[in-house]
């Protein structure tokens, strides 16, 4: 028997998500790539025999598609770009340059989240020390009635996945 005929499933649907920022959920969020790895792969050979031994895996980019509601919208992604990147701007006229490191740089983690019909989280995608490594601004088109929306590309160093 298929699932969809058993009338207590709720499967997860494409357009119920939410991203959060910190401690702040970013509903203007409009669509996101999820997170998705692979891992090298070592190939030795010992005689006339070849092996394959698993490698480092590489976590690949994330992007989000962001609707541009008001102002604050665009200002707080670009706090994170800020922050999440690791720059302080020179807060002094004799300080000419700013700094760049990862300590201090917050937040931490950027969330994206499934739920299901009833809004109940089911899954979590954690990207730890995210930061952003471009956003672009889209285009403007005065043939269009669409909403005004700009992409943020997020990388990170690793994610953690938890299922409710």
């Given amino acids: 028997m298929a699932f969809w005929t058993d009338p207590k499933t709720d499967p997860l649907r494409k357009y119920q998500f939410y991203v959060s920022l910190g401690s702040e959920v970013k509903w203007e969020v409009t669509s996101v790539s999820l997170p998705s790895y692979d891992v090298d792969m070592e190939e030795y050979q010992l005689g006339n025999y ?8 590489n976590w690949s980019e994330c992007t989000f598609t962001v609707t541009h509601p008001e102002s604050a919208t665009l200002n707080k992604w670009l706090a994170f770009a800020s922050k999440g990147g690791g720059f302080t701007a020179a807060q002094a006229p004799d300080k000419v340059f700013g700094t760049k ?10 969330d994206i989240v499934a739920t299901d019909s009833t809004g109940k989280e089911k899954i979590k995608w954690s990207l ?7 956003i672009s601004y889209g285009g403007l088109d005065y043939g269009s009635d669409d909403l005004y929306t700009f992409e943020v590309t997020v990388v990170f160093d690793w994610c953690s996945i938890s299922q409710a």
């Fill in 101 to 110: 490191s990862k300590k201090g740089a917050a937040p931490k983690s950027l």
């Fill in 50 to 57: 070849r092996f394959k031994f698993p490698g480092i895996d």
């Fill in 128 to 134: 730890m020390n995210a930061m952003v490594s471009s």
